[in-house]
């Protein structure tokens, strides 16, 4: 089970807080056969904007005679055909030099656009920002298959168009993503609280011993101040690594995943497993009763896990193995891990919402592209691999697009933005449960991260760019909180931890013990006489 001491863990999977998009944008490159009869074929590019925006309809764009040069990377001048390349859509090898290299090069030869063909996969086009402006023709990038499959269909006489049709400002898809994100917070700090009244059942010596027996087992899954601090400093620590090894670290980081996925899964449906009073069949091994169905259950988890590691790059269906193996370790880490009191609440996600906001906002003032590190760690879009992170819930978007045609693309969600503002509706529903607070923390916490989500996906919406999700949920949950406590009075002990906790360390007045009936139950509990 994953806890606290699994530090390598915990500060990987909490990366992203939120997902970006870099300065990339999917375009269509419509191609029109010269020679016979007339055909068109639509292809993917990968554009970056910032250098030259592309027209967003048919009729705005340019039609240009295409020439291949694909048998050169044009990194010279000594490249360019004798017959020159004035006015051409010219199409060259990726590779041996930069992006804005090649376009100078083309740009000093009169060509009106140029495609960089890659065998290695699409990715944003990037260079420095000073160069931008000596870029006048458009530049993007087409996979190598695409341009041997359009010379086999339309030949070697060939017109193309480039243009980007506007994605579409609204997808349903955000809400399969808020419904998957909610509910794995409410149910995962639900749980966290199942277990507290268990020993109801039992006698008040017997609750003593259970409660007293597991006290340091507890210890070990709290996030106290101190921690939190050790904590956020090995996610700003594994950002930065990821930053400058993402090619390396980011197989580590998949490494993690799989095997804490898997062991959350277990824990998840074992949990479940074990309410059936059926196919208890068990065996002895180093004098440990083991029952025979749990073993079954590990070896289908460790399956699942393994399946994913082959096929993670397969977007038509991992998706959802993927989200499956997502929500089982943000549901195990919402179970394991507990927050002792409001202020290490407030302190981690204070601290996490700084860290969002600099490594988005502040970051680029220092980067050479001046691109944010959490946009490069996020996308992957540096480093030239292919790997992304699995850090995120991800759902297909359902209303087709440009992004259609170069894949498959995805809504998609941090695990951060799941786990760190559910680690504080985890810790309002435990505080219900010891005063008896009939679940009212827990309930209007659950929809300030609710309404926090929806406000996420409004600004979506109308700034047409990802956000980072804590600007929002943060506010939301703990301004929520803190009016709640205020209100009822409460705010000295939903601040300082829970009732049972705060009150060992005052004197057993009647007025506290009769306002929280179930804390004064679990101090005579304790009380050795």
Known sequence: MATVRDWPVAASLLLLLGVFQAEAQEGILRASSNE????????????????????????NATNYQLQDLTSTELCNSSDVPAEGIKDKLVVVMRGNCTF?????????NHAKALLIASTSGLIP??????????????????????????????????????????????DYSILIVFFIAVGTVALGSYWSGIEEPESESLSPE????????????????????????????????????????YKWLVYVVIAIFSVASAISLYNCLSALV???????CSFICSSRRIEVRLVMLALFCITLAAVWVVFRNNDRWIWILHDCLGVAFCLNFLKTLKMPHYKSCVILLVL?????????????????????????????????????LPVVIRVPRLVPSVATLCGIPFSVLGFGDIIV???????????????????????LCTIAYAVGMMLTFVVLIVMKMAQPALLYLVPCTLITCTITAITR???????????????????????????????????????PS
Not at 138 to 150: K, T, W
Not at 274 to 280: G, V
Not at 429 to 436: H, K, L, P, Q
Not at 496 to 511: A, H, I, M, P
């Open 206 to 245: 017997s609750r003593s011993k259970t409660r007293r027996g597991s006290k340091n087992e507890d210890t070990a899954n709290i996030l106290t101040p101190v921690t939190v601090l050790f904590f956020v400093i090995i996610v700003i620590v594994m950002i930065v690594l990821l930053y400058f090894f």
């Open 100 to 108: 804005i290299e090649k376009a100078r090069i083309a740009v000093g």
């Open 125 to 170: 086009p990037k260079g420095n920002t000073s160069e931008y402006e000596q870029l006048q023709i458009p530049v993007a990038l087409i996979s190598y298959a695409d341009i041997l499959s359009m010379k086999k269909v339309l030949g070697n006489q060939i017109s193309a168009t480039l243009y980007s049709p506007p994605m579409p400002s609204m």
């Open 489 to 527: 009075k409460e705010l000295r002990i939903f601040w300082t931890g829970s009732v049972y906790e705060v009150l060992q360390g005052f004197n057993r007045t009647s007025t506290q013990t009769d306002k929280f009936p179930r804390a004064q139950q679990l101090l005579y509990d304790d009380d």
């Open 36 to 59: 016979t009869s007339p055909k068109i074929r639509e292809y993917c590019i990968i554009f970056n904007e910032q250098w030259m925006p592309l027209p967003s309809t048919l009729t």
């Open 421 to 443: 503002p559910g680690l504080l509706v985890a810790y309002c529903r435990r505080f219900d449960v010891e005063t008896n607070g009939y679940n009212i923390y827990f309930i």
């Open 274 to 280: 074990r309410r059936i009073p059926y196919c208890k």
């Open 352 to 388: 996490l919402l700084i860290y969002d906001v600099f490594f988005v906002f502040i970051t680029p003032l220092f980067t050479p592209n001046h691109e944010s590190i959490m946009v490069e760690v996020a996308t992957g879009s540096g480093s030239g691999s292919s790997e992304k």
